[in-house]
């Protein structure tokens, strides 16, 4: 699982000081881990990507995926 790929593309999960996690860091934090725990034990992601759908079939691996709209996934 590539944590770095998507932590790059939310700068914004972090306080300014560029490593402390805030919020929306840490839900995508944990977010990230059960998506990756659903994908190698082959089982459907916890929630769809997108806060509408279904999920079907083995969660993709969420290191090569875009990064979950954390704050409209969860409606924080």
Request: aromatic share 10%; with cysteine.
């Amino acid at each position: 699982m590539e944590w770095s790929r998507v932590a790059r593309q939310v700068p914004f999960w972090l306080y300014s000081d560029g490593i402390h996690l805030d919020e929306y860091g840490a839900h995508g934090v944990a977010d990230f881990m059960s998506r990756a725990v659903a994908h190698v034990t082959g089982r459907p992601c916890p929630l769809p990507q997108v806060p509408v759908g279904s999920t079907t079939g083995v969660c993709p691996d969420p290191g090569f995926m875009p990064a979950v709209d954390i704050a409209g996934l969860y409606d924080i």
